[in-house]
C-alpha cells in the first residue's frame, strides 16, 4: 500500500479532515456501535468472515475527533483490476455537507492507489429518512442505484422485517399465529440454545431447507465460523422432536378415540370421531416410516448474531417432513427471545422481496410475528476509474453471485 496514504489530508475554509488506514480494530468497532447506522456487516471481524476479500478499516477525523470508520472489502476482477464494497456503511453523518464530500474524495483517492474500478456501499438509512443524504452524495459524485424492484437487484436487501422489544408481544399475534404456536407447544418439542456443539444439527436441517427451496447456502464449517468469530453474540437456536413421546401420545389419543366411537351410537359423533381415527392413523403410519435412529430429531434451527444491540437472524430453516407441528414458529419466537434476553433492542428477521405481496410465503411468515417493514435507500456506487465504470458494473454483475 501507498505509504502516502497512512495520513490523507485535505484543507477547506474552516475544518481540517483527515483519513487514516488501519484504525485499531476494537477503536473501529467502538466508533461503529456509537453511531445510529450500527451494522453488523461494519464490525472489524466481518473481515474475517469475507476472508474471500481483501479487508481496510478507514477513519476519518476532523482534527483529532473521530467523525466516521468504514469496513471496505475488496474483490478483485478481471486484468488486474478490484471493486469496493462497504456493507451496510457508511456509518457517518450523511447530512454534514463537508465531511460527505471528505469521505467520499478520499474513498475515491484509495480506490486509485487499489486499481478499484468503484467502490459500492449500501448504508442502513432507512429511504423516508434519506432525502438530505441522497442530495450530499450525488453532489459528491455518488450514483444511486435507486428503489430498485426486484430484490436480486442488490447485494443486501432493501426491505427488512425487524423486531423492537420495546414493541415486541406475544399478546399482539393474530389468532392464526397463536393456534400455530399451540401445535408446536402441544407437540414434544425441545428447544436447545447453543453454539458450535449444535453446528451438525443445524446443518442437517438446513442441507434439507436448500433441497426444498432449491438454493444453495452455506456449509457447517460456515456456520461454526460464524460462531467461533463472534462467541459471545452468536447462538444457534434448535428445536428437537422427540419422536418416541409423540408417537406415544398420538397412540393414546387413537386409543381413546376408538374407545369413544364404540361408545357412541349418534351417527354424528360416529363420523366425527371416524375422521378423527383416520387421521391419527395416517399420522402414525407416517411417523413410523421416519428412517432415523435417534429418537430427539432435529427440525427447525436459526442462527443469530448480535453487535451493538442489534441482532441479525441471518440463516433458519426446518425440516418440512414435520410442517404439521409448525416448528418453524416456535423456534423463530425463542430466537427473538433470546436475543432479547441477550441485551440486544432489536432483531433483524432478514430480507423481504421489494414487492411486499401478500402471495409472498415468506412475508406473510414473517408477518405473523407484527415487524416493522423497513425500506433502506439502497445502494451507491462511487465510480474510481470513470472510462473503465460501465464496463466494471457489468464484471460486477458476472460475479455478484459470490457476494
Not at 421416519?290 to 433458519?316: Q, R
Not at 411486499?356 to 476509474?385: A, Q, T
Amino acid at each position: 500500500m501507498n505509504a502516502a496514504f497512512a495520513a490523507f489530508f485535505c484543507y477547506n475554509k474552516v475544518m481540517t479532515y483527515r483519513m487514516e488506514i488501519g484504525l485499531a480494530p476494537e477503536i473501529h468497532d467502538r466508533a461503529i456501535a456509537a453511531s445510529p447506522l450500527a451494522n453488523l456487516l461494519q464490525s472489524s471481524n466481518w473481515a474475517t468472515i469475507k476472508s474471500n476479500w481483501g479487508a481496510v478499516r478507514l477513519s476519518f477525523y476532523e482534527e483529532n475527533q473521530l467523525l466516521a470508520s468504514c469496513l471496505l472489502l475488496s474483490r478483485q476482477l478481471p486484468l488486474g483490476f478490484s471493486m469496493g464494497y462497504i456493507p451496510r456503511g457508511i456509518a457517518m453523518d450523511y447530512g454534514n455537507r463537508e465531511l460527505v464530500r471528505f469521505v467520499l474524495k478520499s474513498l475515491r483517492a484509495y480506490g486509485k492507489t487499489n486499481k478499484m474500478l468503484f467502490i459500492k456501499f449500501d448504508p442502513a438509512v432507512k429511504f423516508d429518512e434519506s432525502e438530505k443524504m441522497l442530495s450530499n452524495l450525488t453532489e459528491a459524485g455518488a450514483r444511486w442505484t435507486g428503489r430498485t424492484k426486484d430484490m436480486h437487484e442488490n447485494i443486501q436487501p432493501r426491505f427488512n422485517a425487524m423486531i423492537y422489544k420495546n414493541k415486541f408481544s406475544e399478546e399482539n399475534f393474530d389468532k392464526k399465529m397463536q393456534q400455530f404456536l399451540r401445535k408446536a407447544r402441544n407437540t414434544p418439542f425441545e428447544v436447545e440454545i447453543g453454539g458450535s456443539e449444535l453446528v451438525a444439527d443445524f446443518a442437517q436441517v438446513m442441507k434439507k431447507t436448500e433441497v426444498r427451496k432449491g438454493v444453495a447456502l452455506r456449509n457447517a464449517d460456515y456456520y461454526r465460523k460464524l460462531l467461533s468469530i463472534y462467541p459471545s453474540d452468536g447462538f444457534l437456536t434448535m428445536l428437537y422432536l422427540k419422536l418416541s413421546a409423540l408417537t406415544e401420545s398420538l397412540s393414546r389419543d387413537l386409543e381413546a378415540c376408538q374407545m369413544a366411537f364404540n361408545g357412541t351410537k349418534n351417527e354424528k359423533k360416529r363420523a366425527q370421531l371416524l375422521t378423527e381415527k383416520n387421521r391419527l392413523t395416517k399420522e402414525l403410519t407416517e411417523l413410523a416410516k421416519i428412517s432415523d435412529d435417534a429418537d430427539k430429531i432435529p427440525v427447525a434451527g436459526g442462527l443469530i448474531v448480535g453487535f451493538a444491540g442489534h441482532a441479525e437472524h441471518l440463516y433458519a430453516g426446518f425440516d418440512e417432513a414435520f410442517g404439521k407441528y409448525h416448528p418453524a414458529y416456535l423456534m423463530w419466537l425463542e430466537s427473538i427471545k433470546e436475543a432479547f434476553k441477550r441485551g440486544n433492542a432489536t432483531l433483524n428477521m432478514g430480507g423481504l422481496e421489494n414487492s411486499l405481496s401478500e402471495n409472498d410465503g415468506l412475508l406473510s411468515f414473517k408477518k405473523k410475528f407484527k415487524p416493522v417493514i423497513e425500506e433502506y435507500v439502497g445502494e451507491f456506487d462511487l465510480p474510481i476509474n470513470r472510462l473503465l465504470y460501465p464496463l466494471a458494473k457489468v464484471a460486477y454483475r458476472l460475479r455478484k453471485t459470490s457476494f
